[in-house]
């Protein structure tokens, strides 16, 4: 048969009877492949391809590993010297920081245990205003050396403003301070 006639038959099988197909399918000579030699044709081009790129891949592998371990460790020594820059601030630096944001010239802590009052009982002057002057971060001068040894019976509550302790003070016959700067000046 002709390969033309073989064409027709192959395009158009209603128009030809089953002995006449039977017959062009015996005539063909097609070539069966063998199904183990394509296997194995198959398996050794895979193993090619795999043995070109493993290295490149265990490279870049290791590269994105070390990059990511190396992100991770910064941003945790960050956060861990954050927080501890955080504990190390005393209340009082913490409360300058924000009132110097906001422009107040007062500087208080902002914990609330050390927020009660204070009760001296029969205290020296010396006593009382040197504790005051720390917690407000003023130093204390003296006019005369027997104001230091004024005893008094005083509350101090540390939500109060140093003016308006001052005041406090003032109210007393023999105590006159005044307020300069960061300097409290007993007269």
């Given at each position: 048969?002709?390969?033309?006639?073989?064409?027709?038959?192959?395009?158009?099988?209603?128009?030809?009877?089953?002995?006449?197909?039977?017959?062009?399918?015996?005539?063909?000579?097609?070539?069966?492949?063998?199904?183990?030699?394509?296997?194995?044709?198959?398996?050794?081009?895979?193993?090619?391809?795999?043995?070109?790129?493993?290295?490149?891949?265990?490279?870049?592998?290791?590269?994105?590993?070390?990059?990511?371990?190396?992100?991770?460790?910064?941003?945790?020594?960050?956060?861990?010297?954050?927080?501890v820059g955080e504990d190390l601030?005393?209340?009082?630096?913490?409360?300058?920081?924000?009132?110097?944001?906001?422009?107040?010239?007062?500087?208080?802590?902002?914990?609330?245990?050390?927020?009660?009052?204070?009760?001296?009982?029969?205290?020296?002057?010396?006593?009382?205003?040197?504790?005051?002057?720390?917690?407000?971060?003023?130093?204390?001068?003296?006019?005369?050396e027997a104001s230091k040894?004024?005893?008094?019976?005083?509350?101090?509550?540390?939500?109060?403003?140093?003016?308006?302790?001052?005041?406090?003070?003032?109210?007393?016959?023999?105590?006159?301070?005044?307020?300069?700067?960061?300097?409290?000046?007993?007269?």
């Open positions: 048969m002709k390969k033309e006639e073989q064409i027709r038959m192959l395009l158009h099988p209603e128009d030809y009877t089953d002995e006449q197909l039977d017959q062009m399918l015996d005539e063909t000579d097609i070539k069966v492949p063998d199904a183990n030699e394509a296997w194995e044709k198959f398996r050794s081009e895979k193993r090619e391809v795999k043995s070109e790129r493993p290295m490149l891949l265990k490279i870049a592998a290791m590269f994105i590993g070390v990059l990511m371990l190396s992100g991770i460790a910064y941003a945790a020594i960050h956060i861990v010297s954050q927080r601030q005393s209340p009082t630096q913490k409360a300058r920081i924000t009132n110097s944001r906001q422009q107040i010239t007062e500087e208080q802590p902002t914990d609330s245990t050390a927020m009660k009052p204070v009760v001296f009982e029969d205290a020296e002057l010396n006593t009382i205003l040197r504790e005051i002057a720390t917690f407000y971060q003023y130093e204390v001068v003296y006019k005369s040894h004024i005893r008094l019976y005083f509350t101090w509550d540390k939500k109060a403003t140093i003016d308006g302790i001052i005041d406090t003070f003032n109210r007393f016959e023999r105590i006159h301070i005044t307020r300069d700067n960061k300097e409290l000046i007993v007269e």
